[in-house]
């Protein structure tokens, strides 16, 4: 089964690569794992989102949804516009065949209103979701993590007021839970600059992120000195775009509908915005094409993530070791 399964992704990526006007290059060693082919050892994730502003968080569901090594037990709702944000997720889940995942709905306090994808769930009625929809989204979490026989993956892919809410509620979720989080800046900034940023999932809730990033659980994160590099364009995006398979297809349904009232509303016919939060769904993978350092990191008071000697040990991704071949990685996951 393991080497059906690698034929038919080596196939896959030619293919794609034949149509796309690609040179065809496969990577089988990074295309499928010993892992991939066990659904039965997949581990126990929850994403934590917020989903429906920054157009990477619905790539970065769908890329998770792709990825046979990570079982998704919940979709939690972040930072406010909570009943947008939920719709969102319903409708992406039960349009791609998985809508008996649960979905926590967190509570109404931030930001309120809707965002640039309102008009893909202006008709979708989230009572008609086929799953369990739960409106403490904070307890599920908890109650997701406590009952898991083994230890859950919390993948953050956004601000973190309701994970810490969590935290504070029951704080042995720590000793259940790790985190991996698209979060901070080290090294580098936005697009790249030399100079560290004040990363948007930190500064928007600087005490939520000081105490989840500081909580007693292992801690994995990708800055801006990964994620914030990463975008799709030419063949790689195209074979994205042209994909028919209902993931891919509902990802670039949303982008066209995010980019059409954004500064290029022609965007997603060429290219993908910046993909921060995939990588936080990869980390979650494996780390191989990413090197990783062992930083002691602190939250600071203005929404910095400083390399602090008295600052939590962590994991951080701090530069690709083969930035190119994650790419392929994404795309192929996305087009299989």
Sequence with gaps: MQINRRRFLQKSAVVSAALAGLPIKVRPQLATSGQESNP????????????????????????????PE????????????????????????????????????GPSLGPQGEGPQ???????????????????????????????????????IGPMPNVAAALTRQPRIADHARLVGMAGSVRLGYDGTAQP?????????????????????????TPLDTCGLVKLDGGQYRSVRE??????????????IWSAGG????AADSYSTTLFDTVAVYLAVTQQLCTMESLNVRVSDDGYTRVDPVGKRMQVATQWKDLDAYRNFLVQRLIA
């Design 40 to 67: 039965a050892k997949a581990r126990p994730v929850i994403l934590a989102t917020d989903i429906g502003d920054d157009i990477d968080d619905t790539w970065a569901l769908g890329f998770l949804l792709k990825c």
């Design 197 to 221: 940023s004040a990363e948007w999932n930190v500064k928007a809730d600087v005490k939520a992120a000081q105490q989840v990033l500081a909580g007693a659980w292992e801690v994995t994160i």
């Design 70 to 105: 990570l079982d998704l037990k919940l979709v939690l709702t972040e930072y406010g516009k909570a009943q947008y944000r939920a719709k969102l997720i319903g409708k992406f889940l039960q349009a791609t065949g998985h809508g008996h995942i649960p979905i926590g709905v």
């Design 118 to 156: 309102a008009a893909w769930v202006k008709d979708y009625d989230l009572g008609s979701y086929p799953g369990k929809v739960h409106k403490d989204g904070i307890q599920a979490l908890i109650d997701t993590v406590m009952q898991s026989p083994q230890p859950v993956t919390l993948i953050v």
């Design 263 to 266: 500064q290029n509303p022609h």
């Design 243 to 256: 994909a028919t398979n209902p993931v891919a297809a509902t990802v670039i349904e949303n982008y066209r």
